[in-house]
């Protein structure tokens, strides 16, 4: 279980994108979306009664915009962190006037939401801090989130048999499946940093715990063998003494 969640609000005229914000959101489970808004005077009062820690807010809304919103609410005794998301990119210089954290734009990108998520994450737990509370922390949570199809799973990474960069896209192979992550391999690595994990190669990360032989390839490099893993997995020579001492007693 996820102590100390970020209770975000959505507020946006538009119902697609506040599915799709949802749906982005969804992947974080140290993220709570506890409401939704199509109008400044409906999360005007939303944000006075449910008191959110953060919110993603459009500005051209039809009646009050969200720059007017954010001018508002800074009257408040409790002032959640903003983050603008809209189509225009016109706005941005006015946004961080009013302190916004971050400013992305539709149609909205995962790199740009998982950057606004880091900024409220770091945000939050520095608020935290200041006031004496129990730091948020974003360690522990334990699973990482993958997708298949339309479908968000968390895997436990003991259940990881390696992962790898193809393209721009970064795969988890686990039990013989494969899945779709959103975060790069570098992100992966400190993420796993705690568990039994291994950078074999740029594009390659390996379960330590499922390595069953090293093999010679060529010009130094050598090749993983997995238990249960047809695939053999490329080591860099670069990468080699390291992970042999790793692996060994």
Known sequence: MVKNKIRVLL???EPFSRDELRHLLLTYPDFNVIGEAQSAEEALEKIIHLEPDALFLDIEMGDKNGLELACTIQKLKKVPFIVFATAYPDFAVKAFRVDALDYVLKPFDEEQIFDAIKRIRKAFSAEGEQNGKRPYSNEGLGKLAV??????????????????RDGNVTKVISHGKEFVTRYLLKDIEEKLADHSFFRTHKGFIVNLKQVEE???????????????????IPVSRHYVKKLRLRLEI
Not at 147 to 164: A, F, L, N, V
Not at 214 to 232: I, R
């Open 11 to 13: 507020i946006d005229d």
């Open 147 to 164: 997708q298949e199809d339309e479908t968000i799973h968390y895997i436990d990474p003991k259940e990881i048999d390696y992962i790898y």
């Open 214 to 232: 090293m093999t010679p390839w060529f010009h130094g490099a050598y090749q993983l063998k997995l238990l249960n893993v047809k695939e053999e």
